[in-house]
DNA sequence: TATGGCCTGTGG
DNA sequence: CCACAGGCCATA
């Protein structure tokens, strides 16, 4: 699920059912996040959920002693908010809550994680880039964070510490839209390419976004115009889309309308 | 910059 | 059986 618009689906979704709520309760329910989850959890039972914000990737649940849950859902993660105590399949951690309320994260590959920021501790110096959905983001600013970059735009993108929220599905269309070529290196992009690759991002970012509201577990797959489609034809010109490796990860794009 | 690891599931 | 999967980190 999780790129930007599917976190803060999920941020939005959890927020709605939850926030108010009284932890009171939580269980790990797979050897991976016991290992891997915060020891002082227990300093968080008690207290109330104020609010589930995105940060970037992140969710930040804020409770009112003053601790943040920080949840990160990598590849699969989710939420189920159920009103009975009983696990959906793959559910990985339980956040019991007050009036019978019940967040499951459930994330079959187990690749989420959870860490907690203690009151008055200071945000972890993980830097991230400006957020894809940030209005005040403009041309120059992305194009001067893209200076130094030689690498091929596409995998500049899924660098969060560029810009914080495009992933390898949304980075493709969003270079589609904006008629680039993502083998380009980065530094090469004029000022006007930049220009449209924001237009780009904001376009595939508020599409994808707009299919949020009914928490559908998978994204609008069919609305997507070159992710997943190599050999099918560009919805532009009808060149059939291809599908290369750039960084071990899969890139779809048209070669004929998208330009170096 | 490239590779492996984290984990499990699905589809060819 | 193998390839691949929407993310990110550690390592050489």
Same mark, same amino acid.
């Given at each position: ?9 999920? *941020? ?8 108010? $709520? ?17 020891? *002082? ?6 207290? !109330? ?100 970059? !030689? ?27 904006? $008629? ?37 577990? !998978?994204?609008?797959?069919? $609305? ?17 889309? *291809? ?18």
């Amino acid at each position: 699920m999780p790129e930007l618009p599917e976190v803060e689906g999920a *941020a939005r979704y959890l927020n709605a059912q939850v926030a108010g $709520r009284t932890l009171r309760r939580v269980a790990w329910l797979h050897p991976s996040l016991q290992r891997t989850a915060p020891p *002082a959890i227990d300093t968080v039972i008690g207290q !109330r959920l104020l609010r589930v914000a995105r940060v970037a990737k992140w969710q930040e649940l804020s409770f009112a002693g003053g601790d943040v849950l920080i949840v990160h859902f990598r590849m699969t993660g989710d939420w189920a908010v159920t009103t009975r105590d009983e696990a959906p399949r793959h559910a990985r951690a339980h956040f019991a809550f007050s009036g019978g309320v019940h967040a499951w994260l459930v994330d079959p590959r187990v690749l989420a994680r959870v860490q907690l920021r203690v009151a008055g501790a200071e945000p972890s110096p993980t830097r991230t880039g400006p957020d894809a959905l940030d209005p005040t983001l403009d041309a120059a600013t992305l194009r001067a964070r893209f200076a130094a970059r !030689r690498a091929p735009i596409k995998q500049v993108l899924l660098d969060q510490t560029v810009i914080a929220g495009v992933g390898n599905i949304y980075a493709a269309e969003a270079l589609w839209h904006a $008629r680039i070529d993502p083998r380009t290196p980065a530094q090469q992009l004029s000022a006007l390419r930049v220009t449209r690759l924001i237009e780009g991002i904001r376009w595939t970012m508020e599409l994808a976004l707009s299919d949020q509201g009914r928490h559908q577990y !998978r994204t609008a797959m069919d $609305r997507l115009a070159v992710y997943d489609r190599e050999g099918h034809p560009c919805l532009r010109c009808t060149t059939l889309i *291809a599908r290369i490796s750039q960084g071990q990860r899969s890139t779809y794009f048209c070669r004929r309308c998208q330009r170096t």
